[in-house]
């Protein structure tokens, strides 16, 4: 797989493989990887977050009086 880069993102890459004496290609392939699995989890806890939110309108999900009410009895220190 070939990937463009821009230039400055290429002399980052650059310096910090000279400041860890490790090949370009190495901290490149580092930084993607970590980027990637950055981007997965977020992408699937967007998409449980969405899927929640769809079955929270599906069944209505909880009055805003109700929740107001939960709260305040938190807030008062009581076992709820």
Known sequence: MNIDIDDTTKAHILAMAAHQ???PELI????LR???HQ?????ETREDDMQRLAETK?????????MMDWLDDLS???DV
């Open 21 to 23: 004496k490790k090949p």
């Open 28 to 31: 490149a392939a580092q930084w």
């Open 34 to 36: 970590q980027i990637s």
């Open 39 to 43: 981007h997965y989890v977020a992408d």
């Open 58 to 66: 599906a069944d209505g999900g909880i009055p805003h009086e109700d």
């Open 76 to 78: 008062a220190g009581k």
